[in-house]
Each structure stands twice: as C-alpha cells, then as structure tokens.
C-alpha cells in the first residue's frame, strides 16, 4: 500500500520530469558514445573503444546519481526540508561530453 510520501509532491511533475529528461540525456550520451566507437574504431583502434567505454561510464553514473538524487529531493519536499543541491551528475554528464569531444577531435585530426 503506498503512503502519501509515495505520491507525487507536486501536479506539475517537476521532479519526474526532470528525472525523465536527465534519463533521455543520459542514454543519448551512451548511445553517442557507441555510435562513435563504431565509427571511429578502424581509424583510432583502442583509444576509440576505451573512450567509448569511458563515455558509457559516466553516462550510467550520471544516470545513477540522477535517479538516487530524484529519491532524495523526493523524501525531503514530503518532509517540508528546503532541498539540497548535488553535483556529481553534472559533473559525470560534463565528462561524457568532454570525452566525446575528444573522440570527435581525434577522428577529425586522424582524416587530415
């Protein structure tokens, strides 16, 4: 049986919304990442799959302090707290991108 905790806070959903778009940014990253693995692996050989393999890495870490931090911000709006921020999304998404950029960088300067 599900408590009042269980529900939503708000009808608004700012939560699960923000929850759903981190999820669709972090799976847009691993499928980057693999997408570019794919594509770049005959012209950067292991450094292509271990930045692959990197990217797909901090996406699921984004994803995952993502969803522990929607369960927390959740506990603490149904007990009235004032919500403490997290980072180490942030910082594990900026990494993804970061790496990204570098597998790109490396494909581009390997075709000059």
Not at 1 to 11: E, H, I, K, L, Q
């Amino acid at each position: 049986m599900n408590s009042p905790a269980d529900g939503v806070f708000d009808r608004g959903l700012q939560l699960e919304r923000t929850l759903l778009a981190w999820r669709r940014t972090c799976l847009s990253f691993g499928l980057t990442s693999l997408i570019a693995l794919r594509c770049t692996v005959e012209e950067l050989g292991v450094f292509a799959v271990l930045a692959g393999l990197v990217v797909a890495c901090f996406a699921l870490l984004a994803y995952t302090f993502t969803a522990r931090e929607y369960r927390r911000r959740h506990a603490q709006l149904h007990r009235g707290q004032v919500l403490a921020h997290g980072g180490p999304a942030v910082l594990f998404a900026t990494i993804a991108v970061l790496v990204i950029g570098v597998i790109c960088a490396g494909f581009l300067l390997q075709r000059m």
